[in-house]
């Protein structure tokens, strides 16, 4: 057994501790666990590359580029991906407008996005203008999962899966390309594929 404490001994001082809610898990000091969550490392390095001078003035001018990204936003990759595939090669206002209508939550956050990505380009990057500003592409790929336990019936647990995501995106000077995506083919662009086709054809071993 232990005995009554003596005056002498230390007094351990016990400091709050933040805490902070990720899905369904309550972490403690989330200053030093957020080090632990997957980051993408590539896609920021491309922001520290630099291009050779361009010393021939009938030289065409090298539009200027950016490279943004958001670690670790809470929704699904597979969720995020039909917004990054249609924001691709488009204006960067027409983007956010179209976003902002779109009646889904990962719309409205690529929308936040863009326009963080928007004011980033002009104030540190160089963009002249606000608006002549083009997606040039969009990628989301799988960033941290949580799992949890979901209680059901008969004393039966299943798992949960909370997923974020990381969002990258590439900006770039000037207006988007008429075609960005493959046009689709008419009638007379089939018939002409078809006529190369029959006209390419050989006689195996033949003169």
């Known amino acids: 057994m232990m005995g009554p404490r003596t005056q002498n001994a230390p007094r351990v001082l016990v400091t709050p501790v933040a805490s902070v809610w990720i899905g369904s898990y309550k972490i403690r000091n989330p200053k030093q666990f957020v080090d632990f969550f997957p980051r993408p490392r590539r896609w920021p390095r491309y922001n520290e590359i630099k291009q050779p001078p361009q010393l021939d003035p009938k030289e065409e001018r090298r539009p200027a580029t950016m490279y943004h990204h958001r670690e670790n936003v809470k929704t699904s990759p597979k969720k995020m991906w039909y917004v990054m595939k249609f924001i691709r090669g488009m204006n960067i206002d027409e983007a956010?407008?179209?976003?902002?209508?779109?009646?889904?939550?990962?719309?409205?956050?690529?929308?936040?996005?863009?326009?963080?990505?928007?004011?980033?380009?002009?104030?540190?990057?160089?963009?002249?203008?606000?608006?002549?500003?083009?997606?040039?592409?969009?990628?989301?790929?799988?960033?941290?999962?949580?799992?949890?336990?979901?209680?059901?019936?008969?004393?039966?647990?299943?798992?949960?899966?909370?997923?974020?995501?990381?969002?990258?995106?590439?900006?770039?000077?000037?207006?988007?390309?008429?075609?960005?995506?493959?046009?689709?083919?008419?009638?007379?662009?089939?018939?002409?594929?078809?006529?190369?086709?029959?006209?390419?054809?050989?006689?195996?071993?033949?003169?």
């Not at 380009?121 to 160089?126: D, G, I, L």
């Not at 999962?145 to 899966?161: D, L, P, T």
């Not at 009638?187 to 195996?204: A, P, T, V």
């Open 96 to 207: 956010i407008k179209q976003c902002q209508f779109m009646p889904y939550k990962v719309a409205q956050l690529t929308a936040e996005i863009l326009k963080e990505a928007q004011e980033k380009a002009v104030r540190e990057h160089n963009f002249e203008f606000k608006s002549n500003i083009w997606v040039e592409d969009a990628i989301c790929t799988k960033g941290l999962v949580i799992k949890g336990k979901r209680r059901h019936a008969r004393m039966r647990f299943g798992e949960v899966r909370y997923f974020y995501s990381h969002v990258m995106l590439k900006l770039t000077e000037g207006q988007p390309p008429d075609d960005f995506y493959r046009p689709v083919k008419d009638g007379n662009d089939l018939l002409k594929d078809f006529y190369d086709d029959l006209r390419s054809r050989k006689i195996k071993q033949g003169l």
